[in-house]
Structure formats: structure tokens, C-alpha cells
């Protein structure tokens, strides 16, 4: 994916990089963070409080936010209905694995006590596919931000750089 090259003077870009975080802060209600905090999982501002955010800080900067698709990078807030159905029974297959495990480590451990070792330090196999980590959309962060109010239309900071100008 190419990058957009944004001409903009210095003293703009300082001028954002100290304004946007800073109404972050205050919005969100934290000490002052580094270009890479992540506003939900650093903050956890998630959910119905994070398009609020979005709103207010597309009317303050003039930052156009309705052509960026968001999937993926706003988590709902509350209890996800799909965790609260499994997480009874997983947490009772852990359990039972990880007693069983154990057991047989004990049993076996007389025998031979390096497998009684390996099979301690094993974790209990997951049933289903672990996710891509390269799925996932990287979470939405403070020079996302920065790079939006300089652009004027929200984008991600990997998909610009800046060109200092005069």
C-alpha cells in the first residue's frame, strides 16, 4: 500500500502534535500520552464513548470522518454476548484439562519425572483456530489522530507521511 505524502509546514504539525492530544486528554480524562497510546486499550474509551470522541474531535479539528470505515476498530462496549455463552464451559475445560494434566503428571511423576515435567509445562490445547494476528486491525492510537487533523479526513498514520514545507 503506497503512502500519501502530505505537505505541511512545521510549525502546523507542531501546533496538531500538541492540540490534538491535549483535547484527547481532556475528553478522556488521562495524563498525557505518547503517539502510540492506544485510545481503547491503553484509555478504555471503547464503544458509544469512542464515536462521541470521533464526533466532537471531527467538529473541533474539521477532520471528515463519514468516507472511513471503522469495522474492526471500534469494540462494542458491555459484555460480548458470544463470551458470555462460553466462557462458563471454557472455563470448565481449562479446569478439567489442567486437572487432568495434573493428575497424570502425579501418576507418572514417580516413573519418570521429566515427562511428569514436560507434560506440566504443556498448556491445556485450545479446540479451536487461534486467530491471525495479522487479521486483526491494529487499534486506533493517538498519531492516528495527529495524521487526521493534518490530512482533514480521518486516515490511519501508516497511510501518510508528512513533507515539511516552508
Known sequence: MERQEIPIRFADLRRLAGTVPAHIVERVGEQLP???TRIEDDWGCTGDDLVE????FSKIFRVDVENFDFTGLIRPEGLDPVVAIWFFPLVAYFLVGWLLKTLVGLLSWPFDSQVANRLWQRPVPAFWRPADATAQPKPLNIG???ASAAVGQFVRREQVYFRLVR
Not at 470522541?53 to 466532537?56: F, H, I, P
Request: proline share 0%; charged share 40%.
Open 34 to 36: 505518547a503517539f502510540d
Open 144 to 146: 492516528d489522530f495527529v
Open 53 to 56: 470522541l470521533l464526533e466532537e
